[in-house]
């Protein structure tokens, strides 16, 4: 077999291992992925885009042309086949279309006709679509030519991720297959859907209990204790089918989740370890009224906490206090959203959690614009 040849054998044998994982784990993922791009709409592409795809591209192509269709400036849904960068799987068309505004963006200089932030003969074939981030192919001839790399819309293209896109795709088969992670972020299922998820491990052992509340306030940051009034739908969207539980659940039923919710990540952040604080999530949960003022000795504490967060430089405990302030000025539902926020930076399957405190009720189909559109709640504002 000629290289091109054992190139094409070789990713249509990753994406062979990885639409088998998906088949058994994340069929609403699989549902995905478009159908073979023909031989004419790929050379029509290269035509286009005046450059020879390499091997590797064209191989997946043929394979899948692509996952779910472009949505303008808007993210992709979830659901959609995305690579662990989350960028999601772009068809010859689109490939089309995001290669050429890049280079609309970055024109080349008089001074250096191949470009300089984004060359010429790089094609971006997975898109983030919420920036102009995305992975990228070299398409040069010579040496290098077929690495896959992924621009960056402040830095330039980092080719460091595979020598060949056959090279990349069997590192993403790796990942799932073993359940490990891949660049960093690691592959995780909910609701029949690939999610890539990323946790950074807090820092819960700075400060005990018996760390003294502050007799005064001079120097430490006041509390938000102005009532933000209701959480807008557009607020819930990017908790997918779990916003559109939160957006039906009772206040008894929100009031029970943020309890659990509050309780959880202050464990997973150390906050639990304050006395104060124990007492007041403990409190709330029983359905007593919390009184947090900048001046007692619960508002104190918290106040205490988020400026020695700040000097610890652990953003996951000052979120967690800002969260708890949240829940007892602003309500559940928008504790909920802000808790799930800062939990997902700190545990991987914060969705499952999220879903288990919830009841676990039966999860809705993934909420439309209709949906929010026409939802009534007296604490979600629609639209």
Not at 261 to 276: A, D, F, N, V
């Amino acid at each position: 077999m000629t290289d091109r040849e054992q190139e094409s054998a070789r990713v249509g044998e990753a994406w062979d291992r990885i639409e088998s994982w998906l088949s058994r784990h994340a069929p609403q993922t699989m549902t995905t992925l478009n159908g073979p791009a023909g031989a004419e709409e790929i050379r029509g592409a290269e035509r286009q885009l005046g450059v020879t795809f390499p091997p590797g591209l064209v191989a997946s192509l043929r394979r899948n042309n692509g996952a779910g269709e472009r949505r303008g400036n808007g993210p992709c849904v979830h659901a959609d086949f995305t690579f662990p960068t989350h960028d999601r799987l772009l068809s010859a068309e689109d490939i089309v279309s995001a290669t050429t505004q890049l280079r609309g963006v970055m024109p080349p200089a008089d001074d250096d006709p191949q470009g300089r932030y984004w060359h010429q003969s790089y094609v971006k074939f997975a898109d983030y679509e919420v920036t102009a981030d995305g992975l990228t192919v070299d398409c040069r001839d010579g040496e290098g030519s077929g690495r896959v790399g992924r621009f960056f819309d402040e830095s330039g293209t980092d080719f460091g991720l595979a020598p060949a896109l056959s090279a990349y795709l069997s590192d993403v088969a790796e990942a799932l297959e073993r359940r490990k992670p891949v660049h960093g972020r690691w592959p995780l299922v909910f609701n029949g859907r690939l999610l890539w998820e990323t946790a950074s491990e807090g820092n819960p052992d700075w400060g005990t209990g018996g760390d003294p509340v502050p007799g005064q306030a001079d120097g430490l940051p006041t509390l938000d204790l102005v009532p933000k009034g209701r959480v807008r739908a557009t607020e819930l969207v990017r908790l997918d089918e779990l916003g559109a539980v939160l957006a039906t659940a009772s206040t008894e039923q929100a009031d029970d989740t943020a309890g659990r919710q509050m309780w959880r990540l202050s464990q997973e952040t150390g906050l639990i370890k304050y006395p104060e604080v124990a007492e007041a999530i403990n409190q709330f949960r029983a359905g007593n009224r919390v009184e947090l003022t900048d001046t007692n000795r619960l508002g104190l504490r918290l106040r205490a906490v988020i400026h020695a967060s700040r000097r610890q430089k652990d953003p996951y405990r000052r979120w967690s206090a800002q969260a708890l302030v949240t829940l007892l000025v602003d309500g559940p539902h928008r504790a909920v959203l802000e808790i799930a926020d800062v939990s997902s930076h700190v545990v991987l399957n914060w969705r499952e959690v999220l879903w288990e405190d919830f009841g676990p009720p039966p999860l809705l189909p993934m909420p439309d614009e209709d949906f929010w559109a026409n939802l009534r709640h007296p604490w979600i504002e629609a639209g």
